[in-house]
């Protein structure tokens, strides 16, 4: 959405869309999962390992459209 990047959307953060064809959806409902806290500045491997953890402890996401 190109308007995104424009003077137009002034005012316009931290949302969420999708666009498909004809069709543009607000998304709702995104909210904090699993969570770590380092207390410092994470080391890209450091933080994959994490990311990954909380991965697993995610529950399953939403599928996304065009997704079987």
Do not use: C, H, N
């Not at 424009?6 to 909210?31: H, L, N």
């Not at 969570?35 to 994470?42: E, H, K, N």
């Amino acid at each position: 959405m190109v308007w995104l990047g424009s003077a137009a959307s002034d005012g316009v953060s931290g949302r969420v869309f999708e666009a498909e064809a004809g069709r543009i959806t607000v998304m709702q409902g995104w909210r904090a999962g699993p969570t770590t806290d380092l207390g410092a500045r994470w080391e890209p491997g450091a933080a994959g390992e994490a990311a990954r953890k909380l991965l697993a402890e995610a529950g399953v996401g939403a599928p996304v459209y065009g997704a079987r």
